[in-house]
């Protein structure tokens, strides 16, 4: 069970940390992703890392911006959001893939925590 949380209001050009905790077995062996669905579009990915955290990936709209990590000693993906952009509005939703390696496509995902919102003022 993954569960995400972090989201809130904040001006554009400002950060946000979202978090996203798991809980079971197994949290190693799974490639964890973010994605995010803004309102009247489609769910997307933004970054995934891969099970040791030697390896990530990320939409073009948000490198540099961004920064995916995980702590496998406490079962958690982070997403630090830096400049942030009133585009980048969105629920965003952490993921698990039992594959290991980055992965975007959302089909691969196995596991899907709940939404958490951020919101990006002009």
């Known amino acids: 069970q993954l569960q995400a949380f972090g989201g809130g209001l904040v001006q554009a050009g400002g950060s946000l940390r979202l978090s996203c905790a798991a809980s079971?077995?197994?949290?190693?062996?799974?490639?964890l992703g973010w994605f995010r669905q803004a309102p009247g579009k489609e769910r997307e990915f933004v970054a995934a890392?891969?099970?040791?955290?030697?390896?990530?990936d990320y939409t073009d709209s948000v490198k540099g911006r961004f920064t995916i990590s995980r702590d496998n000693a406490k079962n958690t993906v982070y997403l630090q959001m830096n400049s942030l952009k009133p585009e980048d509005t969105a629920v965003y939703y952490c993921a698990a893939a039992l594959t290991g390696e980055v992965v975007v496509p959302q089909n691969l995902y196995d596991y899907w925590g709940q939404g958490t919102q951020v919101t990006v003022s002009s």
């Open positions: 079971g077995r197994g949290f190693t062996w799974y490639t």
């Open positions: 890392i891969n099970r040791s955290g030697g390896r990530t």
